[in-house]
């Protein structure tokens, strides 16, 4: 069962690669054309952001429901020079957590409600700050070309209202006839081979230990299982919500969320009926984030307490 939600997961987020770029579009007739117009119009240059969000898993079974596990947060993050002031909380079945991250530049301050004091955790800012540097100096418009655009004007709607662009994946897609255009589009398997062709190319040209023909097999044949018509069968029989919401002005990312309700009785065919009645009737995982004051500064408030805390231990806490 894991190894196959894995395999859910790995459809799922070769969908969203589609979508996850900050976009600069005007109103389009539809959502591969506003998409190219959002590659060639991006805007990398803010340095500081805040956002909010929150991760949820439920569970219901026979008239039951629970709370498996929720993280929330709510962060104000910058770069050139680093500084990171952050909320957040854990709840889980078995236990619950409240937790502060502080960060100015070299400096980083830990908080955590457990044992309520104050550490300083090992930090090296040089290493975000080149990672962000080095994103915005190579990012390259990856546009959509035309013979994936009628899968995504099929499956993508897009619009433009209350201020906002708007990209949202249709409802009640059939996981079989996304499979069936996304492979007349591209040939999913001459894709795959292309790609791992490309991979061990590269690897070959800068020294690095290369696949050998068996390891380069076995690559190619679990990209094939993992992008079968049966994955993406069950993965849109999770009724897959996605929905990434833009400022209508500044055109910065306001809002991702993505919601899967997973129903046991699709794996009927590879589950026992034991295993069955074990599995939950319902499953629910919801995850929404929301961005924010681009641009602005904020006031970083580090309390005594969190000041006078010893230095780093190493190891301890790393980030």
């Known amino acids: 069962m894991m190894k196959r939600m894995a395999k859910m997961t790995t459809v799922a987020a070769s969908s969203l690669l589609f979508l996850s770029t900050p976009i600069n579009v005007q ?13 060639n119009n991006i805007d990398l240059s803010y340095e500081s952001v805040h956002a909010t969000g929150t991760m949820d898993l439920k569970i219901a079974n026979r008239d039951l429901a629970a709370d498996i596990f929720q993280f929330d947060f709510d962060a104000n993050f910058a770069v050139n020079p680093v500084a990171i002031d952050a909320e957040g909380s854990m709840q889980t079945a ?23 004091t104050w550490t300083r955790p090992e930090f090296e800012p040089e290493e975000f700050e080149q990672f962000f540097n080095a ?18 004007d099929k499956y993508v709607n897009y619009t433009n209202e209350n201020g906002q ?29 292309e790609q791992a062709e490309e991979a061990r190319e590269l690897a070959d040209s800068d020294g690095s230990e290369g696949m050998t023909d068996a390891e380069f097999d076995l690559y190619v044949q679990e990209s094939l299982d993992a992008m079968s018509p049966e994955n993406f069968r069950l993965f849109f029989s999770m009724n897959p919500e996605l929905q990434i919401a833009y400022n209508e002005d500044t055109y910065n990312i ?28 319902d499953m629910d995982f919801t995850f929404e984030v929301n961005f924010d004051e681009y641009g602005e500064e904020f006031e970083l408030d580090i309390p005594q307490e969190a000041l006078m805390a010893p230095e780093p231990v190493e190891n301890e806490y790393q980030y």
């Open 135 to 152: 994103y915005v100096e190579n990012f390259e418009p990856q546009t959509i070309e035309e013979d994936i655009s009628p899968v995504i």
């Open 94 to 116: 078995f236990f619950a957590l409240d937790f502060i991250m502080l960060a100015d530049d070299a400096d980083a301050y830990f908080y955590q409600n457990a044992d309520q």
């Open 254 to 281: 306001e809002q991702i969320i993505f919601n899967v309700f997973i129903d046991p009785s699709h794996y009927e065919g590879e589950l026992s009926e034991n295993d069955l009645f074990f599995i939950p009737e």
């Open 27 to 39: 109103t389009q007739e539809s959502a591969s054309e506003a998409f190219n117009e959002v590659q």
């Open 165 to 193: 662009h708007i990209f949202q994946l249709l409802e009640d897609i059939d996981g079989y006839e996304f499979y069936q255009d996304l492979d007349e589009a591209i040939d999913i398997e001459a894709t795959i081979i």
